[in-house]
């Protein structure tokens, strides 16, 4: 069984290590960290698998139509497809999630689901990241070792949409500040931590970048 393993997100690359790791024999695994050449490396080592873990962009019908290519979503879907999953429901104060392994088809997040289990949002970005790592790394290993997984459509008249967010609604505004509770501002700084786009004030012309914060 040949898998291809592509991403630019260091959360999916944790995941992708610990499956290489711990392979059966039958196993061999193949990476790829970037946009540049992806087509190529699809046609030369012709896979079994491909795992679009972290994966930003729109995957063309004539791969997902050849290929068993799968998706790691952190929600609970049909709810929150689209972009930026996590800052989405963050600054929704929402605590409760799931991670969501689907395949793959025309529909944007709306591939039937292969695995999908709890996922807390509590405490920082890296907290989160290192349970998303731990479950889809066991969802995964429950797919690529079993003979059959069952698939689960998903209901798409249930299903709720969000756009990926711009480095500009990063600002934190006097208006916010001033309107908004403290758990609301407390969560928009931690969804903002590293990798994404940090928490800035403007300040005249210029910006007050935000690293570290806490609240009592």
């Known amino acids: 069984m040949k898998i291809l393993c592509i991403t630019y997100r260091d959360w999916a690359k944790d995941i ?9 024999k039958d196993q061999k695994f193949y990476f790829h960290y970037d946009k540049k050449g ?3 490396k699809i046609k030369s080592t012709d896979p ?10 729109v995957i063309k019908k004539k791969i997902f139509s050849k290929y068993n290519c799968l998706m790691l979503h952190p929600s609970p879907l049909p709810k929150f497809r689209g972009g930026s999953p996590l800052q989405n429901q963050i600054i929704r104060n929402i605590k409760k999630s799931a991670v969501t392994i689907f395949k793959i088809n025309e529909v944007i997040d709306g591939g039937d689901i292969l695995y999908q289990s709890k996922l807390s949002l509590k405490g920082s970005l890296n907290d989160i990241f290192e349970r998303m790592s731990k479950i889809g790394l066991k969802g995964t290993q429950k797919i690529l070792n079993s003979k059959k997984t069952k698939q689960k459509k998903q209901i798409h008249n249930k299903a709720t949409y969000y756009k990926r967010r711009k480095p500009e609604e990063s600002e934190i505004t006097i208006k916010e500040l001033k309107k908004s509770d403290p758990v609301y501002i407390y969560n928009k700084l931690r969804m903002l931590d590293d990798p994404y786009p940090n928490p800035f004030i403007k300040i005249k012309n210029k910006k007050l970048i935000i690293k570290s914060f806490k609240i009592d």
């Open 16 to 24: 992708y290590n610990k499956l290489k790791q711990n392979k059966k």
């Open 38 to 40: 992806l087509n190529k």
């Open 48 to 57: 079994d698998f491909i795992l679009f873990y972290g994966w930003s962009w």
